[in-house]
């Protein structure tokens, strides 16, 4: 039978779970809490948190829900990550951690909803921010375009600088034209 008290741990569980973007396990054994305690600070700094949990209880909370193919990995010391917002910054601060602390490892996390391993993880935390992504995304497209812009402008612009070149041609030949015909009727004189 179970108790209230765990009743009430399964319900909260199954809110957070509910409201994440992105879900990792990961395996604490062999780090302190105050390791712990870093990991959680440095997680929320990326809206995302760490919870120790109890294999059992994480199993019933993540049943119903998007999570439920991460059930069948709830052996051993667990800990869950719940991410609500970008999936990338609390990869990179996981892969941080686990960089300094090696007895730190994830077993394998959900990305909008997608079951992904460790090393699609490290992948996702080696990918540039999203302004990064963005940018690059921009001049991919700006610079075809301006090619095409100085296409299509290319034939107006030539034509201009062929009037203009004419133009000063003719402004050339027209001031001697005027002494041309005065030396030739002095010379009729």
């Known amino acids: 039978m179970p108790t209230q008290a765990k009743v009430e741990s399964i319900a909260a569980l199954r809110e957070q779970v509910g409201t994440a973007r992105t879900a990792v396990l990961t395996e604490y054994r062999g780090l302190s809490v105050r390791q712990l305690s870093d990991l959680r600070k440095q997680l929320k700094a ?22 439920g193919p991460l059930a069948g990995h709830l052996k051993g010391p667990t800990g869950l990550v719940i991410a609500r917002e970008d999936p990338v910054a ?58 095409l812009v100085s296409l299509l402008t290319a034939a107006h612009r030539d034509l201009a600088y062929v009037l203009k070149a004419r133009s000063e041609q003719a402004s050339e030949q027209r001031p001697d034209a005027p002494e041309r015909q005065t030396e030739q009727q002095q010379e009729a004189i």
Do not use: C
Not at 119 to 125: G, Y
């Open 90 to 147: 609390m990869a990179r601060a996981l892969q941080a951690f686990a960089r300094t602390n090696p007895a730190f490892t994830i077993k394998l996390g959900m990305v909008e909803g997608q079951v992904v391993d460790a090393q699609e993880l490290r992948s996702l935390a080696e990918l540039p921010p999203k302004e990064a992504l963005r940018s690059q995304l921009v001049g991919a497209i700006q610079g075809p375009l301006s090619q």
């Open 46 to 67: 990326t809206t995302s948190e760490y919870k120790v949990v109890k294999n059992r209880l994480a199993r019933l909370a993540v049943k119903d829900s998007e999570l």
